[in-house]
Structures are given as structure tokens and as C-alpha cells.
């Protein structure tokens, strides 16, 4: 039989504190990207690199955030362990991967379409990674129309994303950008959690294995929630990741180097002046 799907069972909660993850995921993943741009002499690499996990973190935490909320009248729901470490392995590769290609190769259009291709379809395999993680007394179904509009979502969601990252230097533009995001990543979630359908076993009983969802996910977010703030720590106390390129003009230009012929010559003195004189 069809089972009830409720994927709001704690009212609004689950939805505004998955979002607002997903935002201060991108919000920090953002700066940290900006912060490779604006100072080619840093370590760019890790810049990259803690911009990536930050994105990776936002969007996997926002996921199973939300899935705290989701819920089948007719059967428990429990998670595995494996593959959900699993799908937040893969979204802060698959984020790392397009991060890497438009941080070194700049923002072109080819660059973009397929660094966005790439990331967007890496959000949607954490998605779906995710929803296999599940253990339940039944089937899980989705709607085909439903799963191709939220692996459309995710694509230009990440597109969009990592245009950001390359083109927005200011604070609170980065700010905006990140709300944006928050919007699109939330809305590949629940489109995607629309499609989805549940046929129960009518046979009872049956015991399978796995977590319940509270105590496995809610200790499993606690490390990446701990990473986003310790990265929000960094971005605090980085001068040129707050202010962006106000930051960076404070410290004046190196002026062109001056040439050998432009050494001024030494002063001659008086004696040294008589002397030459006498000698003629």
C-alpha cells in the first residue's frame, strides 16, 4: 500500500534551519573563494580547498536537516551510517572539483557551464546518495518529472554559485549571493523530496538495520556545523575576507624598482673638486 509521507513534521523548523545552513555554507565558502582571488601570494589551494568543505558541509547539513522533518506514517524510518558519511564525501569532492576548475581558469562561459554541469549533478548524487541511505519497511518511488527538475535546479544552482565566486568581491554582495543560493539548494531539496513515494510492505513485521534518524544524524551534524563556524571564526579575523578589496588597497602598491641608471651619484665635495683640478 501507498504509505503517508509527511516531510514537515516539525512545522516550519526543519525548513528555516536547513536553509539558513545552506546559506552560512555559502556564505563562508564564498569568502574563502574571494579571499583566493584578491591575494594571489596566499596559499591558494586551501583557500579553494576550505570553500569548497564549506559548500560541501552547507549543503549536506541543509539535506539532513530537512530529512530530521521527513517522515512515513506506516513504518519507522532509520538511516545507514556508511552511506551517509558517503553523500557528504561526495558533495565536498564534487563542489571541490568545480570550485578548483573556475578558481584557476577564471569565469568563462565554457569554464562555468562545465564546471556547473559538474557540481550540480555531484549536489544531486549527495541528494539521492542521501535518500538511499534510508531503511524503511518498503519501497521509496520518484516521480521522473520531479527528479529531473531538481537535477536542473541543482545545476543552475551551482552555476550560479560558482559565478559568485569568481565575479562577486564585496561583503554584502557575497551576502546576497549566498541568500540566493540558500533559495536554490533548498528548492533542489524539496523538489526532489516531491517526487518521492513510498509503497509499504502489507506484510509486518521484519526487522532491518540502521539508525533512527535523531540519533544518527543529529550527532553526525554536530562535526560539519562545528567546521562551518571554526571557518566562520577565520573569515572573522581575516581582514581582507571581511572588507574584501578595501582591505587589499590599504596596503600601498611596491613601487616600480628603480634601475641602476637612476641611482643618483654620489656628492662630490670641495676638496675632491680642487683636487681634480690641480691635477689637470
Not at 513534521?9 to 526543519?14: H, I, L, M, N, S
Not at 545507514?80 to 577564471?106: E, K, P, Q
Not at 544531486?124 to 516521480?143: K, P, T, W
Request: aromatic share 6%; charged share 10%.
Amino acid at each position: 500500500m501507498e504509505g503517508t509521507v509527511d516531510g514537515f513534521r516539525y512545522g516550519a523548523v526543519t525548513p528555516v534551519a536547513a536553509y539558513l545552513m545552506a546559506c552560512l555554507g555559502g556564505a563562508l565558502g564564498l569568502r574563502c573563494i574571494v579571499r583566493s582571488l584578491l591575494n594571489t601570494r596566499s596559499f591558494k589551494p586551501g583557500w579553494l580547498a576550505l570553500g569548497a568543505a564549506s559548500i560541501g558541509c552547507g549543503i549536506w547539513t541543509m539535506h539532513f536537516i530537512a530529512m530530521t522533518g521527513f517522515h512515513v506514517e506506516e513504518t519507522r524510518v532509520r538511516y545507514d551510517a556508511a552511506t551517509t558519511v558517503l553523500s557528504l564525501v561526495v558533495a565536498v569532492v564534487v563542489v571541490g572539483i568545480g570550485v578548483f576548475i573556475v578558481g584557476y581558469r577564471g569565469p568563462g562561459r565554457v569554464t562555468l557551464a562545465v564546471a556547473g554541469v559538474v557540481t550540480g549533478l555531484g549536489v544531486a548524487a549527495m541528494h539521492y546518495l542521501g535518500m538511499a541511505a534510508m531503511r524503511l519497511h518498503g519501497d521509496i518511488g520518484y516521480h521522473p518529472v520531479g527528479v529531473v527538475l531538481s537535477v536542473l535546479i541543482a545545476i543552475a544552482a551551482a552555476t550560479a554559485a560558482l559565478w559568485s565566486a569568481v565575479t562577486i568581491r564585496g561583503l554584502l554582495t557575497s551576502l546576497g549571493a549566498s541568500l540566493v543560493m540558500g533559495v536554490a539548494v533548498s528548492g533542489m531539496h524539496y523538489t526532489g523530496m516531491a517526487a518521492v513515494s513510498v509503497h509499504v510492505h502489507d506484510t509486518a513485521g521484519g526487522t532491518w538495520e540502521g539508525d533512527s534518524p535523531l540519533s544518527l544524524l543529529l550527532p553526525m551534524l554536530l562535526g560539519p556545523v562545528v567546521f562551518l563556524l571554526l571557518a566562520g571564526v577565520v573569515i572573522m579575523f581575516d581582514p581582507l575576507l571581511v572588507h574584501g578589496e578595501r582591505a587589499g588597497n590599504r596596503n600601498p602598491a611596491p613601487g616600480p624598482a628603480r634601475s641602476a641608471d637612476a641611482i643618483p651619484a654620489p656628492r662630490t665635495s670641495w676638496h675632491d673638486t680642487d683636487s681634480h683640478a690641480r691635477g689637470r
